[in-house]
């Protein structure tokens, strides 16, 4: 019963604000199973970083949190010898 709201940051500094689902569709287990996901293709190459914030109730008692993730998009080049 949680709320997970992101601000996605790409590399060019641009924001994207984001809802995190926990349905089983977006890159998630389970439908209500309390993990939630997003499912994104990045259209640039380099650093991502993602600002997490949950908020909901857990046994009658309401809980905020936050978190941070950071992710680099590269390319990788394999180079065979002949």
């Known amino acids: 019963g949680a709320v997970l709201d992101a601000t996605l940051i790409a590399p060019d500094?641009?924001?994207q604000d984001l809802q995190l689902i926990d349905d089983g569709n977006h890159g998630d287990s389970a439908?209500?199973?309390g993990i939630y996901g997003y499912v994104f293709t990045p259209a640039q190459y380099g650093t991502y970083s993602t600002l997490i914030k949950a908020a909901g109730t857990y046994n009658g008692n309401?809980?905020?949190r936050w978190s941070v993730w950071t992710a680099v998009i590269a390319t990788m080049r394999l180079l065979r010898e002949i």
Request: no cysteine; hydrophobic share 10%; glycine share 0%.
């Open 13 to 15: 500094n641009t924001t």
């Open 62 to 64: 309401d809980f905020n």
């Open 31 to 33: 439908p209500n199973d």
